[in-house]
């Protein structure tokens, strides 16, 4: 659940989702791979020290990056989105490791981030697929332009 | 179990549900979302922006919802360090009078000059609501609260001016500009009668 209700980790899946879902589903299969992998990767290596400072300013930043990318429907190729998602799912799933207590079972705690990675990123490449009419795909760069926004901000008060 | 008990059960169960995130996010959210909504200068001003959107069409109606949003977080960084813009207040009436007068006239000026304009504003506006930021219970709930909104009272805008393509709804969009004005004047005037 952490995944879903904490803010600074749901925009920049939905982030990732909405920019997957863009360029179609032949490339938004691979990110449905790379970013829970990821995800998984990072929650593992953020059980440790590693890079403590580094990460929290890395995701703020995550949050402008993707939102800018969606906000001017750039296309990507394939290698650059699913390089970028396996990224951006290390870093996300190191700071929900950094976060796992004496309370949770690490192994459960794994799969569960990663599979509410998978499930957000799913759902919103779906819908994002789906659309077809203008007006649709100018809401998914408004979206886009609100994550990068509220990232703006994050990293103001950071 | 009656049904008042039943309905007392669920809502005790929905605030447990979002008790992960009561109390700090959703707190900081709606106390976000509601600044613009609530703040009737602010309110009228993005509803005005939607309008004249719809007013100025392709490609304004959709890059003004677009990079609003970025500008207006441009103006929070600002605000939200403390960063002094003068005349804020005044800023943020003159928009809505400014605004009002593009919409009740229907005035089309050059692409650019429209992004500029409504560039500053947005980033009087945005300033306005992040100097907020640094006391809010959770800023990253507060900022993306007031973004939503903003971005929500734009679409509202343009939905309303979808209305122009009639003769009768296009007089009531320009009387909303009109609204929009004498509400940015009342504020202007509060804002200086108040220095």
């Known amino acids: ?158 | 179990m009656n049904f008042v008990e039943e309905a007392n059960q669920m809502r005790f169960l929905s605030l447990q549900l979002l008790g992960h995130a009561s109390g700090g996010v959703g707190d900081g959210f709606m106390s976000g979302f509601l600044h613009p909504v609530f703040g009737f200068d602010h309110l009228v001003a993005m509803v005005a922006v939607g309008l004249w959107g719809a007013q100025l069409r392709q490609p304004a109606i959709w890059v003004l919802p677009v990079t609003f949003p970025l500008v207006m977080a441009f103006g929070g960084v600002f605000g939200a360090n403390g960063l002094s813009l003068p005349a804020v207040e005044q800023g943020i009436a003159i928009s809505a009078v400014v605004l009002g007068i593009m919409v009740a006239f229907c005035v089309r000026p050059p692409f650019w000059v429209a992004g500029v304009m409504v560039g500053v504003f947005a980033f009087f506006h945005g300033h306005a609501h992040g100097s907020e930021l640094p006391h809010a219970v959770v800023p990253l709930a507060y900022g993306a609260g007031f973004v939503i909104a903003t971005g929500l009272l734009h679409l509202a805008g343009i939905a309303l001016g979808a209305l122009i393509e009639w003769k009768r709804g296009d007089y009531f969009v320009r009387s909303c500009g009109v609204a929009v004005c004498v509400v940015g004047l009342y504020f202007l005037c509060s804002s200086l009668l108040a220095t």
Do not use: Y
């Open chain 1, 1 to 158: 659940m952490h995944h879903v209700t904490a803010f600074e980790h749901l925009f920049p899946a939905i982030g990732i989702g909405l920019l997957a879902g863009q360029q179609g589903p032949k490339i938004a299969r691979w990110v449905l791979m790379a970013f829970p992998v990821g995800l998984a990767v990072g929650v593992f290596m953020g059980q440790g020290e590693l890079l403590s400072t580094f990460i929290p300013v890395f995701n703020k930043t995550s949050f402008v990056v993707l939102g800018l990318l969606v906000a001017g429907a750039i296309r990507q190729p394939l290698w650059a989105l699913v390089g970028l998602s396996f990224i951006f799912g290390v870093t996300h799933g190191w700071e929900n490791g950094q976060e796992l207590t004496g309370g949770f079972t690490p192994t459960l705690f794994l799969m569960g981030v990663s599979l509410a990675g998978l499930m957000i990123v799913a759902v919103v490449a779906a819908v994002v697929v789906s659309v077809e009419k203008d007006w649709q795909h100018i809401a998914i760069r408004v979206t886009g332009s609100w994550i990068a926004a509220i990232g703006l901000l994050f990293l103001a008060v950071a």
